[in-house]
């Protein structure tokens, strides 16, 4: 699977309309690693937004998360002679659990005309505590290349990346994914979570749009490509992550 950049359009929990309430962004590798972070929009002028050098409250968080995902094909059981895509997210970093394995995602996806995804399945409401059927349109966005200086002119192959902290010592989970211009990470050491989400433009470098929690996590590092491996190590106080993907998108 080619590395991906995935924004959500809105979700709409049946039968209620369609809404947007979040700033959600998905990066997902080319061995199918992904980091999921959704940050509700601000609800007033005085509350920052994102796309700013600003940390944001947890009050801001809707979920963050990241781990591993799959599809399958399965017969439409409505049309015999229709075949349906369908997606699983299994998550092994989680803002709202500590027992991120237990939590998997999945729903069945359909190709729109327009170049979406309209994503279909059942999940819990989190406003009603209820399993809700629901509806989530997607757009990818194309990966395009940098340079660590942020200052190039964004041609050439742009880069992905996947750096993996696992120290079940110290309890600690973290997953950095970086597809082309877009990084985003999140680590969780026991009770404590911390995320990002950096962008790269073209007439400003490397942005910080999110940050959460004060733990560090190397975003800063696999947006200069020459200063990661693959099965290398990146070392910040007590904590290893290892280069588990290194390539061209």
Known sequence: MAPNISI???IR????????????FVLTSA???FVDIRILKATNDSQPHTQ???VLPFTRLDWAFAGTSSSSIRSDPNDSGKQIVHSQWR?????????AEEIVDEGDMFPQLDGTTLESGAMVNPATG??????ECWRDVEAVATEATGTADGEGKAMCAVLVLHDDVNGARGVVVRVGQFVQGILRVGGSVSLERWAWMRDGGWIREVKMGDMWLPCGVVMEGERVRLGGEVK?????????????V
Do not use: C, I, M
């Open 236 to 248: 910040y106080g007590d904590f290893a992550w290892k280069v588990v993907e290194l390539g061209e």
């Open 91 to 99: 998550h092994w970093v989680d803002s709202r659990s500590a027992h």
């Open 8 to 10: 959500r359009e809105y």
């Open 13 to 24: 929990w049946l039968p209620d309309e369609a809404s947007e309430p979040t700033s959600t």
């Open 31 to 33: 061995e199918n690693r």
């Open 52 to 54: 700013t050098e600003t």
């Open 130 to 135: 209820r399993l809700t059927q629901y509806e």
